[in-house]
């Protein structure tokens, strides 16, 4: 059981930067893949960035592409997502999902992902 705990959310005005944090209670952090989605009012769950293990491979969604930032610290058992230039488009909850390490990819589906975090909530002042 991986337990994952959102922070770094908040109200920030167009064009602004925020960055979350995802705490991960594992033994087994250095192996398990991480990612980030986000849902908006009356929208379905979105894909928003994932990570490997070792950081080495970034996966990002096309809604948010170059504003973004995945990384992680090991060490930390954290995950991180730097968001730049944000915009009111940007407002949802924003989620971190893990998932045991596999041999494929498959990170922009929801049933990819083992475990949920509760979200944290971003909102885009125009």
């Known amino acids: 059981q991986v337990q994952l705990v959102e922070s770094g959310g908040g109200l920030v005005q167009a064009g602004g930067s925020l960055t979350l944090s995802c705490a991960a209670s594992?033994?087994?952090?250095?192996?398990?893949?991480m990612g980030w989605f986000r849902q908006a009012p009356g929208k379905e769950r979105e894909f928003v960035a994932a990570?490997?293990?070792?950081?080495?491979?970034?996966y990002y969604g096309e809604s948010m592409k170059g504003r973004l930032t995945i990384s992680r610290d090991n060490a930390k058992n954290t995950v991180y997502l730097q968001m730049n230039s944000l915009k009111p488009e940007d407002t949802a909850v924003y989620y971190c999902?893990?998932?045991?390490?596999?041999?494929?990819?498959?990170?922009?589906?929801?049933?990819?992902?083992?475990?949920w975090g509760q979200g944290t909530q971003v909102t885009v002042s125009s």
């Open positions: 999902a893990a998932k045991r390490s596999g041999s494929s990819w498959s990170q922009d589906r929801v049933d990819y992902w083992d475990y």
């Open positions: 594992t033994r087994t952090f250095s192996s398990t893949r």
């Open positions: 990570i490997s293990t070792s950081g080495g491979s970034t």
